[in-house]
């Protein structure tokens, strides 16, 4: 079977002996033809878990002319499994060769030295998002990442500075807090700029459900692999809850209030969680931003607890509430009655940051958005820090002074790492 392209060539040959007209026309025909069909965006993967595989298939699903051609993860058995679940669903869009799979802790280095890779997408725990950002603009690839973009101040100076470079380089990083580019958010995002609520007085935001997942420690694992094996647990690796999950809220919270906060001031703690687990399983904290406004944030991750993941925005003149998942949003006066509202498809969403990534790098017009990812990242790294150590803690302190760094120095595979601990208000140092 010939190709598209071989097809489009063929007939050009055969049009050829029939004079200039005809060869004219087919030359219009072909270059319209042309503008049709962009280059082919081969990717690569990093991370091939459940948002990694999901992050692929959004991609290939949304996006005609990308390909899956190379992939990394720990285990490069999630590699082969990743390559036949996407070959059932887009056999023409996945060409993943065996040498192009990469397993252990370097593997994701095979990914961004491939020639043949155009976008990087990083799906790894949290704690080695900023250093891999950071490479993958270095070796000059397109990029999807993953939320959160850090857990720590350290990875936040880093991903400011990949951010940057990428502007500089000309190069996509798009982030996966897709209710940026959910229509429900957008819309009341709209609203609220013209004025629907009059002005913003404060907010509550809610993360709470009933449980997450862990994962035992197998034997023979190290300490290294166990940690990264249950990586939800361990505070270097997910930055608790209020990183991991609860930065969708905070993120809209801080794209609504058009700032970052300028101080947090918590608590919490933890009843339920397995004994060697770093998390806390509830946080309430109060985050002040400019003018005067507190937004109260909770999150809470308690079996048997109701679950509610919703944002509601207070105004002078009305209440906006928006809605997680696909819920959507609503508008209501002061008298109560509701004066507009929007459905959302989160499912949308998801492949719309897939997308607008690789329309803008066609269009020759990167999306670069790390640094808002990465200031709402350091939003719930400020509001945990101040709920850890029982301080009211500033964004200036943290951004500006803060030494705090946790990912491991030298870490291996084999590597022992200290025993887990969890934080003690009033103990646990502000540093
Ligand atoms: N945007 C969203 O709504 C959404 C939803 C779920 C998860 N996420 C985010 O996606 C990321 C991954 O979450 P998940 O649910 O897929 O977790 P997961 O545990 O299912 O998958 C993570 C994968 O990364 C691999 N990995 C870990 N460290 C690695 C490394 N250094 N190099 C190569 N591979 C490595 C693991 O082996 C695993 O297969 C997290 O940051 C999470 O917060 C986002």
Known sequence: MPTTAESRLKNRRGFLGAGATASAALMVHSSVAAAEEPRELRLGIVGCGGRGAGAVNDSLTINSRVKLVAAADLYVS??????????????DKVSLADASMHGGLDGYKRVLDDPNVDVVLLATSPGFRPAYVREAVAAGKHVFAEKPACVDPAGYRICLEAHDKAVAAGTAIVTGTQYRRQASYIGAVEQIRKGAIGHIVGATTRYCSSSIWYRGRKEGMSDAEYQMSNWMHFIWLSGDQICEQAVHNIDTINWVMDATPVSAFGSGGRFTRPADSEMWDSMNIDFEYPDNRIVSF????????????????????GTCRIGSMSSGSSIFDRSGTMTWEMPGSIADAYKQEHKDLIDSIRAGKPIVELRQTADSSLTAVLGRVAAYTGQRVSWDFLTNHSKLDLFPKDLTWDAALPASQHAIPGKTKLI
């Open 298 to 317: 909770m999150c809470r991750q308690i079996p048997g607890t109701a679950a509610d993941n919703s944002t509601v925005i207070y105004g002078s003149a």
């Open 78 to 91: 999630k590699c082969a499994a990743l390559r036949q679940a996407l070959t059932a669903a887009h056999e």
